[in-house]
């Protein structure tokens, strides 16, 4: 079991879970008394969506914003790929988007940084539930639960803006949740490298459609490849679908009969 699952255990076993109307007590802003400490030394997987939005707000291509910006983290039963937020090579080991004045890229935080101090769980079957609740994380450094504004779960995210995440989220979930994986299977290294490229590294996805025998092979909805060689999101959305394919064999893209005559 991995470290990203073990977690997952401990939260679905021992965390209260809360609903869109219960109420916690917090506040992150200037002036809390550990403003930015919590943007240094810690981990933040990065999902898909977060790495669209990332690499859009630095003016960087995916490819170079994974090299720059993110660590691959390998696990020996690791089921899929997965990618961290890389910290500084500094003695506090800070976020490369930290300043004075708080996140450099605030609109474009990642999903973690938005929820945050809550955490959203979907169980899978047999995980104690399958409905999904959402979780207080309380990290050592944060005193921000000793401020008085208090909150619904409902109305801090919105506040934070996590429609686009949750959106991008659930599709995600689609993959990350198949009965493939619930099966306990791992892909192997060329499935790990179509789900690396179709999920976070999409400028090279839209290559490889491109410039391969892609669009001989698959039969796209009409005005499909104008929207996808134009829109990151467009292109996100019809990776996840092409990846139910590609990796499990789901119905969710068709092949032309040529190339099924091959
Ligand atoms: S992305 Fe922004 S909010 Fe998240 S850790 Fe870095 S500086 Fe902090
Ligand atoms: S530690 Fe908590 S209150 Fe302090 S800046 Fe981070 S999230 Fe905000």
Request: glycine share 6%; hydrophobic share 35%.
């Amino acid at each position: 079991m991995d470290a990203l699952e073990r977690f997952k255990q401990t939260i679905l076993a021992e965390y209260p879970r809360l609903a869109e109307n219960d109420t916690f007590r917090f506040a992150c802003r200037p002036g809390v008394p550990c403003f930015n400490a919590c943007c240094a030394d810690v981990n933040i997987f990065l999902t898909p969506y977060d790495i669209l939005r990332l690499k859009n707000r630095l003016g960087l291509t995916s490819d170079e914003f994974l090299q720059k910006y993110t660590l691959v983290p390998i696990e020996e039963h690791q089921q899929y790929p997965v990618i961290l937020l890389k910290m500084q090579d500094n003695e506090a080991k800070t976020c490369h988007f930290v300043t004075e004045k708080g996140c450099s890229v605030y609109e474009d935080r990642p999903w973690a940084c938005r929820y945050y101090p809550l955490g959203l769980a979907s169980p899978r079957e047999g995980e104690g539930g399958n409905e999904e609740f959402f979780f207080l994380l309380h990290e050592e450094v944060c005193r921000g639960f000793e401020e008085q504004d208090e909150w619904t779960v409902a109305r801090w995210r919105e506040d934070q803006g996590v429609t686009p995440y949750d959106e991008f989220g659930r599709l995600f979930k689609d993959l990350t949740l198949h009965s493939y994986f619930r099966a306990q299977k791992q892909l192997d290294a060329g499935r790990m490298e179509l789900f690396h490229m179709a999920c976070y590294d999409l400028d090279t996805f839209r290559r490889f459609i491109r410039e391969s025998t892609f669009l001989q092979r698959f039969d796209l909805e009409p005005g499909q490849e104008e929207r996808i060689m134009a829109d990151d999101e467009e292109l996100l959305r019809f990776g996840f679908r092409w990846l139910l394919f590609a990796l499990f064999g789901d119905k969710t893209i068709k092949v032309k009969p040529s190339a099924l005559r091959g």
